[in-house]
């Protein structure tokens, strides 16, 4: 995109200025960024890093996670497959100051290793996001293969060019580096608005543009709720202003949220009993998973003795609107092994749902959500876990086991749902296109 105006036209010619990134921020890549790989290839193992190879001391070795090299003494995690060449593809950042601005500089870095060679590295810088005091950002990109099914399938001959203003929507803004190299500079902006050294695992572009802007990020970060900040930041599910006035009680006594989610349905549920979310003793409770799974309980009774009578008209009534407003996606269903992730049918099967795994799907009315669809996944037909997914983003918002915790078979669910999240987006389109 040529450059037109004032900023673009200043963004594009300190990007020009700008020294290559330093020989040194590779070297800290190379050994800081990437894991250290082992494969079991004819018998012997075989180190990636270093090319040592060394016979088990077992004759039939099991198969592990991880491994120590009898040679460089590193941790070595095994290709699970007789893999002996691969690329292995991570994300670092280099933080910088141009002008006023301040520069996220994201660098990709390919390693790639082969058995009985020393690894090779590439890296190339992808991206710069140029962010002024105001906390607007504009980004300067590579260009991208457009037909490849990776987002980020880089271009690395082209340019650094700079992008419109909706870049942000894109997914390729939103890339999260794995490390940031530790020497930063920082505009004085940033330090004033409570930022010092940590990023909290949230893409630093994200984080600056908040901090720069949005007076609320600010204060969870002063006052240390990380996760709250983090939510309120990476989710589009979340509901932070509506419960203000629950969030100053908590800033008010000092309570740090560990789960903002759980304390999230916590809230909803001390709305439902109707009660004062000013006062601390309700809304800073000492143990939240055990208060938020005794509220959950307390209502479902009072649901089923009171009302059951309702409560039967309400399911009959609220089927009819879920199996209207979800009917492109009933049926739906993923398999792997013994598990299987499915659409949840009826309303009754909420209720199973919730009773099964102790959570709040059913009571906190997930299925009246118009832009979530809930699966539930099974293992040999017993539920595991539920997952709630935003259909606008294709995210999956919450994914959670018994008393909501995760399952052992968490990552494995996961993996599932992303590698199938394209049928669901088919859906979408077709019914879009009806």
């Known amino acids: 995109m040529t450059p037109k105006t004032i900023i673009e036209k200043q963004i594009t010619a300190l990007s020009a200025s700008l020294a290559p990134v330093p020989v040194q921020v590779a070297a800290w890549a190379e050994k800081s960024i990437f894991l250290k790989w082992g494969v079991l290839s004819r018998g012997k193992f075989h180190c990636l890093d270093c090319c040592h190879a060394w016979k088990p001391q077992c004759t039939t070795p099991e198969c592990q996670d991880y491994i120590k090299c009898s040679a460089c003494r590193g941790k070595l995690k095994m290709q699970p497959y007789n893999k002996t060449h691969f690329t292995e593809i991570e994300y670092s950042a280099v933080l910088d100051t141009a002008g006023d601005f301040q520069l996220v500089r994201i660098i990709c870095s390919h390693k790639q290793m082969k058995k009985g060679f020393a690894p090779t590295y590439f890296h190339k810088e992808v991206m710069q996001h140029w962010i002024n005091p105001k906390g607007e950002v504009r980004t300067m990109s590579l260009s991208v293969n457009v037909f490849s099914q990776a987002y980020d399938q880089w271009k690395y001959y082209s340019p650094l060019e700079i992008r419109p203003k909706d870049f942000q929507k894109c997914a390729k803004y939103r890339i999260a580096p794995y490390r940031v190299y530790p020497k930063l500079k920082i505009i004085s902006s940033l330090r004033r608005n409570g930022f010092k050294t940590s990023l909290h695992n949230i893409a630093p572009q994200m ?100 009302y059951l009578i309702e409560m039967r008209s309400e399911i009959l009534e609220a089927q ?96 599932l749902m992303s590698r199938n999240l394209y049928q669901i987006k088919e859906r979408i389109k077709k019914r879009t296109v009806s």
């Open 207 to 306: 984080l600056f543009s908040a901090l720069l802007k949005d007076s609320l990020a600010e204060t969870l970060l002063k006052s240390s709720q990380i996760s709250m900040l983090t939510y309120y930041l990476t989710s589009s599910e979340q509901h932070l202003k509506q419960n203000w006035q629950a969030v100053k009680t908590c800033l008010k006594n000092k309570y740090i949220i560990s789960d903002y989610k759980i304390w999230e349905d916590y809230i909803s549920l001390l709305r439902w009993f109707k009660k004062d979310l000013s006062c601390a003793l309700y809304v800073c409770p000492d143990n939240l998973r055990e208060t938020h799974d005794r509220l959950v309980v307390k209502k479902r009774a009072i649901q089923r003795r009171k």
């Open 320 to 415: 009819s609107v879920y199996a209207e407003e979800k009917k492109d996606f009933l049926g739906l269903c993923f398999s792997e092994k013994n598990l299987t992730v499915s659409v949840i049918e009826t309303v009754q099967d909420f209720i199973e749902e919730g009773d099964n795994l102790h959570h709040c799907v059913f009571t906190n009315e997930y299925y009246k959500k118009k832009n979530s669809l809930i699966l539930s996944a099974k293992v040999d037909s017993q539920s595991v876990e539920t997952i709630e997914l935003s259909l606008k983003n294709m995210e999956i918002i919450q994914c959670r086991g018994l008393k909501n915790n995760a399952s052992k078979h968490h990552k494995q669910i996961l993996n």
